[in-house]
């Protein structure tokens, strides 16, 4: 693992795990230890609190140099490095990444990082682009059949489905690839928790991304082709008041021929409306 001075960007990243009361050394050795050195990428420590992340769930690190006068936050990635040895420094060993990827249960084949003296900017390479999620912006592609946006906020868990534990892509993973799934969400850390359609009414959209010890806020909606269509590029506002064609998710038996999904947002809540089109016709 390499170690530089630094933060994720909160808003952008997704731990699966987080401890308190936490040395560097320690949080370092959980890392590399089973079970977390199946899905531990990445660490990152603020005073004594230690957050793992898998990869996928980080995308860019605050790069605060080599003397730095944050000294109580530090990152630490987990690289292949070539011959198992490291370059004049760090940042010069990260930049030089272009590995693949160990991360279970995900579709990213390998990953690159870019240095600035501003960040550490971290890529991944997707099995296919339809497979990589969207996180801070949608854009203007329209070659997709559905695409993952991941962002913070609750919804009630009432009539959602538990499915395997794990980090935050991993089940946002599983929600694009399941048929029925068009929303996933995640309460406590790595639990991932499955909604269908006319199971939910509303969610409320969260713009707090500071780190909880045991609760998260973190969901992902499945974009499918929209009615109208989204301006491009779109931002939140533009995805949370749409209309969107999920015929496809109906199951066999279902009493609707054809069904909408219907997102109105006020303020952080966002009502969301099941609709046929021709039950007035």
């Given at each position: 693992?390499?170690?530089?001075?630094?933060?994720?960007?909160?808003?952008?990243?997704?731990?699966?795990?987080?401890?308190?009361?936490?040395?560097?050394?320690?949080?370092?050795?959980?890392?590399?230890?089973?079970?977390?050195?199946?899905t531990c990428d990445m660490i990152y420590l603020s005073g004594d609190r230690c957050s793992?992340?898998?990869?996928?769930?980080?995308?860019?690190?605050?790069?605060?140099?080599?003397?730095?006068?944050?000294?109580?936050?530090?990152?630490?990635?987990?690289?292949?490095?070539?011959?198992?040895?490291?370059?004049?420094?760090a940042s010069d060993t990260i930049d030089s990444q272009t590995g693949s990827s160990s991360?279970?249960?995900?579709?990213?084949?390998?990953?690159?990082?870019?240095?600035?003296?501003?960040?550490?900017?971290?890529?991944?390479?997707?099995?296919?682009?339809?497979?990589?999620?969207?996180?801070?912006?949608?854009?203007?592609?329209?070659?997709?059949?559905?695409?993952?946006?991941?962002?913070?906020?609750?919804?009630?868990?009432?009539?959602?489905?538990?499915?395997?534990?794990g980090p935050w892509n991993q089940c946002v993973t599983k929600c694009l690839h399941d048929?029925?799934?068009?929303?996933?969400?995640?309460?406590?850390?790595?639990?991932?928790?499955?909604?269908?359609?006319?199971?939910?009414?509303?969610?409320?959209?969260?713009?707090?991304?500071?780190?909880?010890?045991?609760?998260?806020?973190?969901?992902?909606?499945?974009?499918?082709?929209?009615?109208?269509?989204?301006?491009?590029?779109?931002?939140?506002?533009?995805?949370?008041?749409?209309?969107?064609?999920?015929?496809?998710?109906?199951?066999?038996?279902?009493?609707?021929?054809?069904?909408?999904?219907?997102?109105?947002?006020?303020?952080?809540?966002?009502?969301?409306?099941?609709?046929?089109?021709?039950?007035?016709?």
């Open positions: 693992m390499v170690a530089v001075n630094g933060a994720p960007e909160l808003k952008d990243s997704y731990p699966y795990k987080v401890t308190f009361g936490t040395s560097w050394e320690a949080c370092l050795a959980t890392c590399r230890t089973f079970p977390d050195s199946l793992f992340y898998c990869h996928g769930d980080y995308n860019k690190i605050r790069n605060d140099g080599s003397e730095s006068t944050m000294a109580n936050e530090m990152v630490a990635i987990k690289l292949d490095i070539p011959d198992g040895e490291c370059l004049g420094s991360a279970l249960a995900t579709d990213i084949k390998s990953i690159g990082i870019t240095v600035t003296p501003e960040s550490y900017d971290i890529t991944y390479n997707y099995a296919d682009v339809c497979n990589r999620p969207f996180r801070t912006g949608i854009p203007c592609e329209k070659t997709c059949p559905s695409r993952m946006y991941s962002f913070r906020g609750t919804i009630s868990m009432e009539n959602g489905k538990t499915v395997a534990n048929e029925n799934c068009i929303l996933a969400a995640s309460n406590t850390y790595t639990a991932c928790v499955f909604f269908g359609i006319e199971t939910f009414t509303e969610l409320t959209l969260s713009d707090s991304y500071e780190i909880d010890s045991t609760a998260t806020e973190y969901l992902a909606i499945k974009l499918i082709n929209t009615t109208p269509d989204l301006n491009c590029p779109a931002d939140e506002n533009a995805v949370f008041s749409n209309t969107m064609d999920v015929t496809s998710f109906l199951e066999e038996g279902r009493d609707h021929i054809n069904l909408h999904m219907i997102l109105k947002k006020t303020g952080n809540t966002v009502n969301v409306e099941w609709f046929e089109p021709n039950q007035y016709g």
